[in-house]
């Protein structure tokens, strides 16, 4: 009898034992780094895929210990990099943290909805859900009750775990744009000549284009104010070109002027339907703040700025001063 409590005593002895130098041992990596992608999934999928990479050798025994633990429902997908094997601790520590590798994509201010596009589909780290989709479907899916997508996300930086979908990315950037846009659109100035928020992302985005240096946005905002006020066109090349799509060959000509088109401000009263680009937040600001100017003219200097003016004929000595010389 004293013998048989001797072996069970070694057996769990032993046990203890492995069980102890199961969870103190490193895995070896087959190379180093390693790079892995977790996806969303059951923890047995997640453990089976872990063992297939080489990061943990036995499948069924790090499930056992993530459900001990109460982890197995706290994996948080995305790109994890290994400089070194861990422990099955350190391992399952890693990625219920989510402590991963991480990316970014850049949207530039001034960029159309088509060029955001574009950045996101060349962006190898994201997982692309969008690409085959329309505008529209790509509004519908991230909740955008909007019929266009110009200017509806916000310019910025955006980091995001590799092997996430650009519908993340995308969700963040229009959420972001409602929080900015909503806080300035809080505070704007009395007497705007805006039947809604939507009048005002527009006249932001063509800001955005208009502007090459950063200080006149508030004249250039009080600019298309006036003229908005006095029921004059705006008259504003930004908006000439992106009507014409692809058909504008990087010349504005005067029978492009006169040709109507439903972002031709210069045939059509008031704001064009969308807006034509992606503005940032000192567009947005200027929109809702534009100078104290009775100002309803301006033409570029040549060197990014800009002169403004109060009258067709001052306007005119400024044209053949800048741009006629």
């Known amino acids: 009898m004293k013998k048989f409590f001797l072996l069970i005593l070694a057996a769990i002895s032993a046990a203890f034992v492995g069980i102890f130098w199961y969870l103190e041992t490193p895995r070896e990596l087959a190379q180093a780094p390693t790079e892995f992608t977790l996806e969303q999934g059951g923890f047995r999928h997640t453990a089976r895929k872990l063992e297939e990479a080489g990061l943990i050798g036995n499948a069924r025994a790090f499930e056992l210990l993530a459900r001990l633990l109460g982890k197995d429902s706290m994996v948080k997908a995305g790109s994890y990099e290994f400089e070194h094997g861990l422990t099955p601790l350190e391992l399952l520590a890693r990625i219920t943290k989510g402590d991963n590798s991480w990316s970014e994509i ?16 060349s962006n190898p780290d994201l997982r ?3 690409t085959n989709l329309s505008d529209s ?8 009750q909007e019929s266009s997508p110009e200017g509806l996300f916000f310019p910025d930086t955006y ?13 963040r950037a229009y959420q972001s744009m409602n929080r900015k846009f909503g806080k300035e659109w809080d505070s704007r100035q009395a007497g705007l000549p805006f039947s809604s928020p939507y009048q005002a992302l527009i006249l932001a985005s063509i800001i955005e ?3 090459g240096k950063s200080s006149d946005r508030p004249m250039i905002s009080a600019v298309f104010v006036n003229r908005l006020k006095a029921g004059m066109k705006l008259q504003t090349d930004p908006s000439v070109i992106y009507g014409m799509g692809k058909n504008f060959d990087g010349n504005l000509r005067k029978r492009d002027l006169l040709s109507d088109q439903p972002y031709n401000t210069y045939t059509r009263a008031g704001l064009p339907p969308t807006p034509i680009s992606m503005p940032g937040i000192r567009s947005l600001d200027a929109a809702l703040h534009p ?10 200097r040549g060197d990014g700025s800009s ?12 044209v053949n001063r800048y741009q006629k010389k």
């Not at 479907?137 to 955008?144: D, E, K, P, V, Y």
């Open 106 to 121: 850049t949207f530039v201010e001034g960029w159309t909805f088509s060029e955001m596009r574009k950045a996101i589909d």
């Open 128 to 130: 692309h859900d969008s």
């Open 137 to 144: 479907a790509i509004l519908s899916r991230i909740g955008a």
């Open 159 to 171: 980091f995001f775990a590799k092997g996430q979908s650009d519908f993340s990315v995308l969700e």
């Open 209 to 211: 284009k208009e502007t």
């Open 291 to 300: 100078a104290k100017s009775k100002a309803l003219y301006f033409v570029a």
């Open 307 to 318: 002169y403004f003016s109060n009258t067709l004929e001052e306007h005119n000595r400024a």
